[in-house]
C-alpha cells in the first residue's frame, strides 16, 4: 500500500461530515483518503447477512486552486486513492460492483479547502487506456508506434540534452506494451539497467538522460460536466 494509506488514519477525526469539510491550509491528500472512506461507510447497503454493497466510483470535487495543488502531485495520486479504496472496502467486507475509480475534478463553485465527494454504485469494469507521463505531462497513446525523442517530428518530445533525435519507440497494440530503443547515443534504461526492447507493465519507468517516463494503466473518462451533490446520485440508484 502507497503512503497515503501509511499516514491517513491518524486523519480521520479531521474529516467531521459526510460531504464537505472546510480546512484552512487546503484540501491535503490524505484528507480526501478519509473522506472516500467516510463515503464508503456512508455508501454501503446491506443485501444479506454475507454482502454489503459499497459504492465504487468517486468524483472528488474541490476548488480549481486545490484541484492543481493536489494534481501537481503527480500521477500516482488517483491510484493511490483508487488502492485504498480497495483496501478500505476488503477490511470492511463491503463488495464493490465493479472496478474502483476515483477522480479529482476541479469545480468553480467550490471555494479552497473544501471536498466535497460524489458517490455512485457502477456494474462493470473501467476502460483503461495506455498512457506516458512525462515531466507532469500525460500523453495518451494510441495503437500502433510513438516516438520519443527531442525532434520537432517526435510524438513524445523531451528537451533533455542526453535524448536523441528519434530516441525510443513505444509500441501499444490495445492490450501490450512495448518500448524500443532507437539506437540512441546515450541509451534508455529501466531500473538502472540499459535495454534494447522490453515490455511495458503498469508502472514501468524508463529514464533518458534526467528524464523519466512512467507507462500507466488510467481509467478512460468521457468530459463530463461537474456532478451533482452526493445525495443526488442515491436518489437515483
Known amino acids: 500500500m502507497g503512503f497515503l494509506d ?27 483518503a478519509s473522506a472516500l472512506k467516510r463515503e464508503l461507510d456512508i455508501g454501503a447497503v446491506i443485501i444479506d447477512r ?13 476548488s480549481q486552486q486545490d484541484a492543481q495543488r493536489l494534481l501537481n502531485l503527480g500521477e500516482t495520486l488517483e491510484t493511490e486513492l483508487r488502492e485504498i479504496v480497495v483496501s478500505y472496502a476488503q477490511r470492511q467486507n463491503y463488495q464493490l460492483l465493479g472496478d474502483p475509480d476515483v477522480e479529482i475534478r476541479a469545480d468553480d463553485s467550490i471555494t479552497s479547502g473544501v471536498v466535497e465527494i460524489d458517490a455512485k454504485r457502477v456494474t462493470g469494469s473501467i476502460d483503461w487506456i495506455a498512457a506516458m507521463d512525462v515531466n507532469g505531462v500525460r500523453h495518451k497513446l494510441q495503437r500502433g508506434t510513438t ?37 540512441s547515443t546515450n541509451g534508455s534504461k529501466i531500473d538502472g539497467q540499459r535495454f534494447r526492447e522490453a515490455k511495458l507493465q503498469a508502472g514501468t519507468t524508463i529514464t533518458i538522460g534526467q528524464t523519466a517516463l512512467r507507462f500507466q494503466m488510467v481509467p478512460g473518462r468521457a468530459n463530463a460536466q461537474p456532478g451533482s451533490a452526493a445525495s443526488d446520485f442515491w436518489r437515483d440508484q
Open 50 to 62: 454475507d454482502r454489503t454493497l459499497a459504492p465504487n466510483r468517486f468524483v472528488v470535487r474541490v
Open 6 to 32: 501509511n499516514v491517513e488514519r491518524s486523519l480521520e477525526r479531521a474529516v467531521n461530515g459526510a460531504f464537505a469539510r472546510t480546512f484552512r491550509s487546503g484540501v491535503q491528500p490524505v484528507e480526501v
Open 147 to 183: 516516438v520519443v525523442g527531442r525532434g520537432s517530428d517526435c510524438a513524445i518530445r523531451i528537451t533533455d540534452n542526453a535524448a536523441s533525435r528519434r530516441h525510443l519507440e513505444i509500441i501499444w497494440d490495445g492490450k501490450q506494451g512495448l518500448a524500443r530503443d532507437l539506437g
